[in-house]
């Protein structure tokens, strides 16, 4: 669904005065207006609109989710929806296609939307469902960097990154056109959501935004000659299997050359599907491989715990532990050892983020061996 000039729906609470319009006459020289209602540019707009939009929903009996403010269920009985709204774009959900329906109804009565059927493009996203079940990509998205680039007859290469590059800060001439960079580098960032294995390259390029060079910006040509090969690439989510939680996470020790920092990335499944990943720079230095590997189990925590809350606004049930997998065993001890002594001291909240989820029930963490890291293989 699309609702045409959303925030001209917002409410203002507060009093907002504008210059008049070109062509107006004034009546004195210091006349403004007073606006009664919201228009694009204005700081509350979005806001306005929002607490229009959700306040309508909710009183039809929709719950706002806690997980994801954007996010509203419905359930009677066996009937259960979901809206998913994002500015002036909404997905509409559920197993009731009457009550669908009848949200549909109500909503063009409070707002002028638009009903775009069944959803086969959001955002740039395409989605194609089958029997296997529903696959996401960014094909066209992908072409469209290619052809602004001018890369779409570029000779495809087969790794996004060269393994044990380390982009420094200096090392070629800045950039002329620094925007040109920051564009491409941007456009990378969105397309992550449907590509996990660029993730780690693109975390590492967006690092130089402030300053680009000429060889952050052939790293990054380089990547789209890897996504020249496969431009359709993107994620299947199956139609069946379980559904439980299990994440894997791993960090590379001390991998910033220039600040020491080490890199936390995680991949979480719920059954086979991918859901949610990321690499990212630690935020403090680790002393050691041990406290930069606990640092990423406490950062895979608390994205198990808010897809835990998640799941339960969309009525999944999700009773067991989920499953954490590391292959750092002093991390594993760690976590299992109630004790803090001289070496833990300074992951003291990382050690409570983890120690607590686990005595909780909420995650349960297993070795394995580093060959079988999933992210490792990303």
């Not at 070109?22 to 007073?34: A, F, L, S």
């Not at 680039?149 to 087969?158: E, S, W």
């Not at 090392?171 to 040109?180: C, F």
Request: glycine share 6%; proline share 4%; charged share 20%.
């Amino acid at each position: 669904m699309d609702v045409h000039n959303a925030f001209l729906h917002g409410d203002l609470h507060e009093e907002v005065y504008m210059l008049p319009p070109p062509g107006y006459q004034r009546q004195g020289e210091h006349t403004v207006c007073r606006l009664h209602k919201s228009l694009y540019g204005l700081k509350q707009a979005s806001r306005s609109w929002f607490r229009k939009f959700s306040s309508a929903i909710q009183n039809i009996g929709f719950s706002q989710s806690r997980a994801d403010y954007s996010m509203f269920t419905q359930k009677h009985g066996t009937s259960f929806t979901v809206i998913l709204l994002y500015i002036d774009d909404m997905i509409i959900t559920g197993n009731d296609d009457d009550a669908i329906r009848d949200l549909k109804h109500f909503l063009g009565t409070c707002f002028k939307i638009k009903d775009l059927r069944p959803l086969k493009y959001f955002l740039g996203v395409e989605i194609a469902r089958s029997k296997s079940g529903i696959s996401f990509c960014q094909r066209k998205y992908t072409l469209d960097i290619l052809e602004d680039a001018g890369l779409l007859g570029a000779k495809p290469t087969k790794i996004p990154m060269e393994a044990n590059v380390a982009l420094m800060p200096t090392g070629s001439n800045p950039l002329k056109d620094p925007t040109r960079y920051r564009r491409l580098v941007g456009r990378l960032i969105y397309l992550t959501i449907t590509r996990p294995e660029i993730t780690y390259a693109v975390n590492a390029l967006s690092q130089f935004m402030h300053e680009p060079r000429m060889h952050h910006f052939e790293t990054a040509r380089r990547l789209l000659h890897y996504l020249k090969g496969a431009p359709g690439q993107g994620l299947l989510f199956p139609s069946h299997g379980h559904l439980h939680l299990t994440a894997y996470c791993d960090a590379d020790w001390a991998r910033c050359p220039f600040t020491r920092r080490s890199v936390t990335g995680y991949c979480i499944f719920l059954g086979k599907s991918l859901i949610s990943w990321q690499s990212k720079k630690q935020v403090t230095v680790s002393r050691s491989s041990a406290e930069a590997e606990y640092r990423s189990m406490a950062a895979t925590t608390c994205e198990l715990t808010w897809l835990r809350y998640l799941l339960r606004d969309l009525q999944v049930e999700h009773n067991q532990p989920a499953t954490l997998l590391c292959d750092n065993k002093a991390a594993l001890y760690i976590a299992a050892n109630p004790v803090y002594h001289e070496r833990t001291k300074h992951i003291e909240l990382d050690c409570h983020t983890v120690r607590e989820r686990i005595q909780n029930g909420e995650i349960k963490i297993v070795h394995v061996q580093t060959k079988h890291q999933l992210e490792g293989e990303c």
